[in-house]
């Protein structure tokens, strides 16, 4: 397994320490119509200095629409399934966001992590408005805010890559007037989930009844089962197999995950028992014009695949155009 994470991320968190194009006349979310002729991929179309520089990471999907992050300024693109292409909706460097990672849809709310920058932010979809702001606390400690999820009750919750906490806002004080502290809600410290000088933990899912998580630690293939509600935290048992993933997705006991760090690259699909303390691996799934995919969202009868490049930005090679792959749900 290669560790190009590791190297890609950590050189996005050093670069982040030392203008939109009008809305689509549709809303979001309108139809879940599937066009026979719909693109297999969607480039990303930039303006300005950022077009050879997007390196996505993060998306999420209502109805038709998309949304994919920039890693590398903030920007939050929209894309339509049915159009080639993906244009900025929201500017990068607007109120703070200098980097977007993970990326969530919750009715009509995008929830975006900041990365390096420590932050959340939660905004309408509609009117592009600034919904809700929120920070770890400023005590010089290195954060990276990775990957949300938003249980049944609205609570969202935030994976830290390189602090060894998960965070919670309360689905009951999710618009705020300024910028709000990230509450910490379980600790791993003298867990098994062991921090270290690396990526720790990454993509994240919630369990139907907002009792138990799911959160992957990518460099060593694990998956962790946390209980969210007695701070519980275990290796799920794999039956010695590894999975390195990134964005995770949850369908029933079907653990999907997006694995760029492994060889091939590819979207993984694990079988979780009943209370989720062991899973199989069933299938991996690659395909051709994956190119480091980071996250994935289901769009229907699809999945939406990232391609983010790290590995050429860590190389300090030259990208080719960003995109997002749609292939079939494994």
Known sequence: MRSKLTTALATAVALTLVAAVPASAHGPGHGPGHGPDRPTTYLLDPLGPAADDVYPEGVAARG???????????????????????????????????????????GRTLLVAGGATGRVWAYDLRTRELTGSWQVVQDGT???VNDLAVGPRG?????????????????????????????????FEGTAFTYDQDVNANGLVISRDGRTAVVAKTRT??????GLTDGSVEVIDLGGGLVAGDGLLLDGHRLLAAEWTADPQSVVVVHLDRDWRSGTVVSRTTDPSFDDPTTIARAGRDLLVVNSQFATREAGGTPEPFTVSRIPVP
């Open 155 to 187: 609570d969202v919750y935030v994976t830290d890559s390189l602090r060894p906490v998960l965070y919670r806002i309360d689905g009951r004080e999710r618009r705020t007037t300024g910028t709000e502290l990230l509450e910490p809600v379980v600790s």
């Open 64 to 106: 038709d629409d998309f949304y994919v992050s920039s890693t590398t300024d903030g920007t939050i693109y929209r894309g339509d399934l049915d159009e080639p292409t993906a244009t900025p909706f929201l500017p990068g460097g607007q109120d703070g966001r200098t980097m977007a990672v993970g990326l969530k849809v919750d």
């Open 221 to 226: 293939g694990q998956l962790f089962r946390v």
């Open 142 to 144: 290195p954060a990276f």
